[in-house]
């Protein structure tokens, strides 16, 4: 016992010494000051514009996703298809990135001729210095109104002409603020309408089946299981895919 409290003794005096010592450096030190200079006071204005267009690229392209989905015609695709995947009745066949991702490619066959009349009247000129920055930005918006205001309706339009407090009278003059959610809601109602169609025969098909199911006296066999290899079936001798992608490309024609 008398070994072990000596121990603890020398023990707390090595650790007494070690915080007096480190004590005393501690209260030794001074804080310097910090004199932080970045560049030269010539060059701080460049540098903040510098720094202020990387900001603004980098919020461009963190937007750009949500501006192709919402200026193109990739939202009413991507709807019509999870219409049919409901009305189908397959759950997640196909799955949602095969559905995106058809949705984009269709988004690009649509848009590509805006997209090329954007980089002729914009891009090049821009990049020939025939254009101000300013100038080619307004010049490449023009192909694009003109299609939002080709697939937005008037009633949509006026909603939210008449909820701006504003005076256009036109859609391809009218601000991008009014224009955007009015094509957005366009595009919606007319997904809607599509979808709508789409699930008139597989509805009919599920009433038809539950209705045999019930003359048969087989209530306790879910109707879902006999009618959804019927719609497959179905769907695929009427060349579904080829009917509704069709029909989706003729309602931006029209």
């Given at each position: ?9 020398l ?5 007494g ?6 004590g005393?450096?501690?209260?030794s030190?001074?804080a ?8 030269t006071?010539g ?55 095969v ?15 805006v997209w ?7 891009i090049?000129?821009?990049q ?24 937005t309706?008037?009633?949509?339009f006026?909603?939210f ?29 007319t ?52 009917v ?8 931006f024609?029209?």
């Open positions: 016992m008398m070994k072990r409290k000596r121990i603890l003794f023990m707390f005096l090595c650790f010494a070690c915080f007096a010592a480190w005393q450096q501690a209260s030190l001074t310097p000051g910090l004199n932080i200079q970045i560049g006071p060059e701080d204005a460049e540098g903040l514009g510098q720094a202020i267009r990387i900001v603004l690229l980098l919020t461009v392209l963190s937007l750009a996703p949500s501006f192709v989905i919402l200026t193109t015609s990739f939202t009413r695709i991507l709807v019509v298809f999870g219409f049919l995947r409901r009305a189908l009745g397959t759950q997640s066949a196909p799955p949602t990135q559905l995106a991702g058809l949705s984009l490619f269709l988004t690009i066959f649509i848009m590509l001729p090329k009349q954007i980089d002729k009247e914009a090049k000129p821009y020939a210095k025939e254009l101000s920055a300013e100038k080619a930005w307004e010049a490449g918006f023009k192909p694009l109104r003109k299609f939002m205001a080709s697939q309706g008037e009633t949509e006026a909603l002409v008449e909820l701006g407090g504003t005076q256009v009278q036109e859609m391809e003059q009218a601000e991008m603020s009014l224009l955007v959610p009015a094509f957005i809601l366009s595009e919606l109602k997904a809607f309408k599509l979808g709508f169609l789409i699930y008139l025969p597989f509805l009919l098909i599920d009433l038809v089946t539950a209705t045999v199911l019930m003359s048969l006296g087989m209530m306790m066999l879910p109707p879902m299981m006999v009618s959804l290899p019927i719609k497959i079936l179905f769907f695929v001798l009427a060349d579904g895919w080829t509704l992608i069709r029909g989706i490309l003729a309602s024609m029209g």
